[in-house]
């Protein structure tokens, strides 16, 4: 099982990105796919949830909703999370997650630094 983030960046506030997660070695479209973030000295806190197949559910952490979009291709097995109106509060590194009976499968991670 492979998870591999990117995207992340420098970006002023109120800029977007768009962050992806490349995934590999498990039957993507059969799984519900999260992303997190953390950051520095905080807690890795829930971000945003995007139901299995064609991921018509979605849920977002009231930080976030009604900026962040998340998203997947199943063809491609990938994940997305596009990221509008930024802040500084949103920097931190963010991951993509999912479970498979009881256990957690996580990517290294991707920088997002909202910086002036």
């Known amino acids: 099982v492979q998870l591999v983030e990117s995207g992340g960046d420098l970006v002023q506030p109120r800029g977007s990105l768009r962050l992806t997660c490349t995934t590999s070695?498990?039957?993507?479209?059969?799984?519900?796919l999260r992303w997190y973030r953390q950051a520095p000295g905080k807690e890795r806190e829930y971000i945003a949830y995007?139901?299995?197949?064609?991921?018509?559910?979605?849920n977002y952490a009231a930080s976030v909703k009604g900026r962040f979009t998340i998203s997947r291709d199943n063809t491609k097995n990938t994940l997305y999370l596009q990221m509008n109106a930024l802040t500084f509060d949103d920097s931190a590194v963010y991951y993509c997650?999912?479970?498979?009976?009881?256990?957690?499968?996580w990517g290294q991670g991707t920088q997002v630094t909202v910086t002036a």
């Open positions: 997650n999912f479970m498979e009976r009881g256990t957690d499968y």
């Open positions: 070695g498990f039957t993507f479209g059969n799984y519900a």
């Open positions: 995007i139901s299995s197949d064609t991921g018509t559910r979605t």
